[in-house]
């Protein structure tokens, strides 16, 4: 019974390190046939304003 447990849990766990091994790829995105580069948190209100210069 320990032992179906065990190889249960090894098969959980390989299936779960390859499903996210197949989700972890690159991300590309594109308008209009050009590159776009997609940044977490950014705000539309941040295009507003020049950067400021350091």
Known sequence: MINNNKRS???????????????????????????VILVHGFMMENLSEAPANL
């Open 9 to 35: 849990l090894n098969k959980t766990a390989l299936s779960l390190a390859l499903a996210g091994g197949l989700m972890a790829t690159n991300a590309q995105a594109q308008l209009a046939g050009h590159n």
